[in-house]
């Protein structure tokens, strides 16, 4: 099952919206939000729909963006190849952000995202951030 997460810049993009994991894998970390992709459900509206289940965030509040995806061709417990499809956007206006699942804070967009000690993955996140601020919403 694919799954996705969502890189949420402030209206300012100088902070991003990110989750302390609870539960594993990278538990205690921090990590971007987003979950599971259900069967037959579109990419896109698993995002918004994650989304909002994590932080309340609407479609009204923000414009998503597919920015990347990373495919696993090797199999994970089983299963078919795995992808992680990358979504992003910036706030339109302020949101109370809240969500059960697991602590949600604002990190500065100037962190080092690369450090694996405090953030999930492999120098993923890093590279969205990267990627995102220099090509997709670089002011032009």
Sequence with gaps: MDSNVILV???????ILMCRRRKPPYQGLL??????????EASEH????ELWEETAITREDITL????????????DGA??????CYAGILKRDVD????ENELLWISAAEDFSDTSRFAGVGNIAHMVKYALGEIFAEK
Excluded: C, W
Aim: net charge positive; glycine share 10%; proline share 7%.
């Design 9 to 15: 810049f402030d209206r300012e993009k100088k902070n």
């Design 31 to 40: 990590n971007l939000v987003g979950g599971k992709v259900e069967p037959g």
């Design 46 to 49: 698993a995002a918004y729909r």
């Design 65 to 76: 963006t597919n920015l990347v995806n990373f495919i696993y061709p090797h199999k994970f």
């Design 80 to 85: 078919q190849p795995y992808m992680l499809e």
């Design 97 to 100: 952000i809240h969500g059960d």
